[in-house]
Every structure is written in structure tokens, then in C-alpha cells.
């Protein structure tokens, strides 16, 4: 990239023009910012110093248990919380992750406070297929398939066949770990598939120790969080990293909050004439919950838009009633979507939430949605958080993506080492549609 002062003024008039205003604003502001100054910056929380809500601290709680951690861990990581008032909600929850979401973490643990817990609240309500390919374990063109899994495994030869017809059209790999008919499912509430525990006993001597019991039936989400914990123990040793379910605690939040009559945050989700009129305020439609629904013999994800008293998908329809959507939260048939997520995190509990350039834009819509509610305790406007950019794009000296699996596996990359926050973002700019 063209590091003449001209470059940012072109960048930011480009993303302004694309609709990425916030991204605009952060990357000239922070354009020639020392790269760990910027990384510190992310953890500098507002003044707002409320504690937060006994609801959603019960429902980290559970959340951790559920993935299998003790509740000495738990207490841990809510007293960090507590102190740090910071999260990483930037990625997706899968499998193992890639070179995008290996550079938000390296950049956050960049500046953490000392002594303090890196909380990864991955999303799981996205359908597999996503961007970070959630159902996969994704490396680089430097491994072969025979690296990772046996030739002896059940179906190898299709997913051989699979991987040499994927090198044809893109330098991305992967080997799927549920049946084909899932791929638009979302994550959320999944099971282990019965493709995934068959395949369990034939992975790399390097990779069964670090991967949870692959039962059929069991929970996918619980499965893909102690996996990738225990891949970024090996990558961050000296850090204290723990993932989970953003999208189960809060549906453990709205298990807590519903049944309390005098819950504010209740009442407007339940009050759905005025909830419709603020959500339209921000003129795009935002969606509440997404649903799984059949399309002949494949599952895809819908997501389910607010509209006079019911919640409403292309092929699903109810109403919005208590009752109804306890009864789904419990059977966890009913995802909170982002807007419920951030509204929890953010703006009733002042959480500061580092994110994709994705995630900037959306929380400024959202900020003009949470102008139009009326909550007492609520995090002032002027002190939400909503700038706090954490992502990138690990690459090599020689310029090719360095994915974590590969590192785990033995193979050596010399990473390149940007000194500002410009140079740290550069690859990620054909991405954004800018030239470098």
C-alpha cells in the first residue's frame, strides 16, 4: 500500500462511498497508530461503571458450565469480566478457525490487561456454510488431507475426492464435519453429527488430544468451544482463554428475564406494537430470532423479522407471546439474533465488545434503534461502546495466510510484523474492495 498521506484520504473516501462509514472514521483516526497502543486502546472501557446484571451474570454461568468448564473457572472468568467490562465477540463459532479470526485474538491478547481473562464469545447464529465455514476443520494448501485425517477413515475417499476438486477454484481447505444436507443449518442448538463422531478416532496424533469426546447427539457448540480452547492454549500459552455461546447466554438471559413481570426489557420485547415502531425508526428491517426450517431434505436458516404481533420468516410464522417463546428458548428451536444480543450486552450492561468491521456498522444502527428506549440504569448513549474494532488477517513474509491448524501441526511460518494499525489492516483491504 501507498503510504503517502494521500492513501488514508482515498481509503476513507472509498469506504464512505461503500456504506462503511464507521470502519472510514476508525481507520483514518487510527491510520498511523503504533500497532500496540491501538491494541491497548481496545481494553480503555467507558466511565460507565455500572455492575452487571445479576441475570446475565447467572447466565455466563451456566453457559460455562454447560461447556464443560468448573465452576472455580467460572468464577474466574466473571470476576475478569466484571473488572474488564470486555469481550470478543468478533467470531463465529466453529470448529477452527483461520487466519481472520487468528488475527483478532493475536491483536486483543496484543493489550489485555495484565492478569486478566480473554472471554471469546463466539456467535453461533449463522448457518454453517458461513464465511468462517463453521462445520469444518480449515488449514492452508501447505498440509495434505493425509496430515490431518487417515486414509483409513470412513468416507476418505470423498472427502479427497471433495478437497482436489476444491484446490481446482480456491486455495482454501477444509474437511467437512457434518453431512452435506446440514451446510445451511444454523449452529446454533446443533448436535454432533454422526459423520463427525465416526470420523473421531482417525484424526492426527497432534489433534485428538486437544478435542472434546465427538458423541453423536451432544451438543456441537459445546464440542467447538473446548476444541478451539484447547487449540488456543497451544497458540497463546501464556494467556487465560476461554470460549463459548454468546448466543446461549443469551438465551439463558431471556430464560431469566421473561417470567419477571416487572422487567423492563421484557415488557418492551412483549409490548410488540411499540417494539415494531423502534426497530423500524432505523429504516432497515432488523431481524429478532432465527429458526431452522425445512427445504425438501435440507435445513436452512431463517431469520425471523418482527410484524404486527408475530414473528415472521419466508416460511415460518408465530406469535409473539411468552409462553411460545419460552417453550422455544428452552428447546433451543429459537436463536437471539444480533440485535437482542448486543442490546443485552451493550446497552443494557455497558459491555465493551470487540468486533469485525461488520460489527461496527451494525452497532451504529443499532445505537440509533436504543436512542428510542427508555431504561432506567441503562448505559448512557454517549458512553456505549460501539467503535471497538479487533480483526485482521494473519499473513507469512511470503504473504500466504497462516491458519492455526497448521501451526498446531508443526509447520513453521515467519509472520510479518506491521508496526501501525494501517499496515496491521492491509490485508484485509481486497476484502474491503480497496487496491493496495
Known amino acids: 500500500m501507498d503510504r503517502d498521506?494521500?492513501?488514508?484520504?482515498?481509503?476513507?473516501?472509498?469506504l464512505i462511498e461503500d456504506g462503511r462509514v464507521e470502519l472510514a472514521e476508525i481507520l483514518s483516526k487510527h491510520w498511523d497508530t503504533a500497532l500496540e497502543e491501538y491494541a491497548q486502546s481496545l481494553w480503555e472501557t467507558s466511565s460507565h461503571e455500572s455492575n452487571l446484571e445479576k441475570e446475565l451474570v447467572q447466565s455466563f454461568q451456566k453457559e460455562f458450565l454447560r461447556v464443560g468448564y468448573t465452576e472455580e473457572q467460572a468464577a474466574l472468568w466473571i470476576e475478569s469480566l466484571e473488572?474488564?467490562?470486555?469481550?470478543?465477540?468478533?467470531?463465529?463459532?466453529?470448529?477452527?478457525?483461520?487466519?481472520?479470526?487468528?488475527?483478532?485474538?493475536h491483536l486483543a491478547l496484543?493489550?489485555?490487561?495484565?492478569?486478566?481473562?480473554?472471554?471469546?464469545?463466539a456467535y453461533s447464529g449463522v448457518p454453517y456454510a458461513n464465511a468462517a465455514w463453521s462445520g469444518c476443520l480449515n488449514f492452508s494448501a501447505e498440509l495434505e488431507l493425509e496430515e490431518i485425517l487417515s486414509a483409513k477413515a470412513p468416507g476418505f475417499?470423498?472427502?479427497l475426492k471433495s478437497d482436489r476438486d476444491r484446490r481446482r477454484d480456491t486455495s482454501e481447505r477444509r474437511i467437512s464435519l457434518i453431512p452435506g444436507t446440514f451446510r445451511d443449518a444454523q449452529v446454533f442448538g446443533s448436535e454432533v453429527s454422526e459423520k463427525q463422531e465416526s470420523l473421531s478416532a482417525h484424526w492426527n496424533d497432534s489433534l485428538k488430544p486437544l478435542m472434546p469426546s465427538a458423541g453423536s447427539g451432544s451438543s456441537f457448540s459445546s464440542w467447538?468451544?473446548?476444541?478451539?480452547?484447547?487449540?488456543?492454549?497451544?497458540?497463546?500459552?501464556?494467556?487465560?482463554?476461554?470460549?463459548?455461546?454468546?448466543?446461549?447466554?443469551?438465551?439463558?438471559?431471556?430464560?431469566?428475564?421473561?417470567?419477571?413481570?416487572?422487567?423492563?426489557?421484557?415488557?418492551?420485547?412483549l409490548n410488540a406494537k411499540h417494539f415494531q415502531t423502534i426497530l423500524e425508526s432505523s429504516g432497515v428491517e432488523t431481524p429478532l430470532f432465527n429458526i431452522n426450517s425445512k427445504h425438501g431434505n435440507r435445513i436452512r436458516m431463517e431469520p425471523l423479522f418482527l410484524r404486527e404481533n408475530r414473528l415472521e420468516g419466508q416460511n415460518y410464522s408465530m406469535n409473539m407471546e411468552e409462553e411460545k417463546l419460552?417453550?422455544?428458548?428452552?428447546?433451543?428451536?429459537?436463536?437471539?439474533?444480533?440485535?437482542?444480543?448486543?442490546?443485552?450486552l451493550v446497552y443494557l450492561n455497558g459491555l465493551n465488545c470487540l468486533g469485525s468491521f461488520e460489527q461496527v456498522e451494525y452497532l451504529a444502527r443499532f445505537k440509533k434503534i436504543?436512542?428510542?428506549f427508555e431504561f432506567e440504569g441503562a448505559v448512557p448513549q454517549e458512553q456505549l461502546q460501539t467503535r471497538s474494532l479487533s480483526c485482521g488477517r494473519m499473513i507469512s513474509k511470503d504473504g500466504k495466510p497462516v491458519y492455526p491448524l497448521?501451526?498446531?501441526?508443526?509447520k513453521k511460518a515467519e509472520l510479518e510484523k506491521p508496526q501501525t494499525f494501517s499496515e496491521w489492516m492491509e490485508p484485509l483491504f481486497p476484502r474491503l474492495g480497496l487496491h493496495s
Open 5 to 14: 498521506p494521500s492513501a488514508k484520504d482515498l481509503i476513507k473516501r472509498k
Open 83 to 105: 473488572r474488564t467490562h470486555t469481550l470478543q465477540t468478533a467470531t463465529h463459532l466453529t470448529a477452527s478457525e483461520g487466519p481472520t479470526f487468528f488475527a483478532t485474538h
Open 110 to 121: 496484543m493489550g489485555i490487561p495484565a492478569g486478566e481473562s480473554y472471554l471469546v464469545a
Open 157 to 159: 475417499s470423498v472427502l
Open 224 to 269: 467447538a468451544s473446548g476444541f478451539c480452547h484447547n487449540q488456543a492454549k497451544k497458540l497463546f500459552p501464556d494467556s487465560n482463554i476461554v470460549y463459548f455461546d454468546i448466543n446461549e447466554v443469551i438465551r439463558n438471559y431471556l430464560l431469566e428475564i421473561l417470567p419477571q413481570s416487572q422487567n423492563r426489557f421484557r415488557g418492551m420485547l
Open 326 to 344: 419460552v417453550q422455544m428458548l428452552q428447546e433451543r428451536t429459537l436463536c437471539p439474533g444480533l440485535f437482542l444480543g448486543f442490546s443485552v
Open 370 to 372: 436504543w436512542q428510542h
Open 406 to 410: 497448521d501451526l498446531i501441526l508443526g
